[in-house]
């Protein structure tokens, strides 16, 4: 049996800021197909499409396509994952941190590209 080689997974770059108890992260994805990596969350939040279009899943399962400029509201608890449709795409997840003054990850997740229909 050989070893099976895989392409690295581009991830999105990544800025971030807290102001007034609010957490911004910026996510840039410079092209189609980057991958934000499955995760979840202690409490709902909204992640802003500013820029472009996205395909979003839920759970592992597709909750839709999304196209700038709208707002994507995530509950708590909620594995979630975007992948970029186009070039140049930007979302900001919004949380608030003044409950214990830091964005509260629930759980980290692999990347499952296989439920992705990647």
């Known amino acids: 049996m050989t070893k099976q080689e895989f392409e690295p997974v581009e991830l999105p770059e990544v ?5 007034d108890g609010i ?6 994805m410079h092209r189609a197909g980057i991958y934000v990596p499955q995760h979840s969350h202690k ?4 992640s802003m499409l500013a820029l472009g279009s996205v395909r979003c899943w839920k759970d592992g399962k597709l909750f ?3 196209t700038a400029p709208t707002p994507i ?3 708590s608890g909620v594995k979630h994952t ?3 449709l186009e070039p140049d795409t930007i979302i900001y997840c919004i949380h608030r941190t003044d409950r214990v ?3 509260e990850i629930e759980d980290d997740h692999e990347l499952n590209i296989d439920i992705l229909g990647g």
């Open 101 to 103: 003054g830091e964005v």
């Open 23 to 28: 957490f911004i992260k910026q996510m840039h």
């Open 82 to 84: 975007f992948m970029s």
């Open 15 to 19: 800025e971030f800021t807290i102001q």
């Open 73 to 75: 509201d995530i509950d």
């Open 64 to 66: 839709g396509d999304f």
């Open 43 to 46: 409490y709902a939040h909204a």
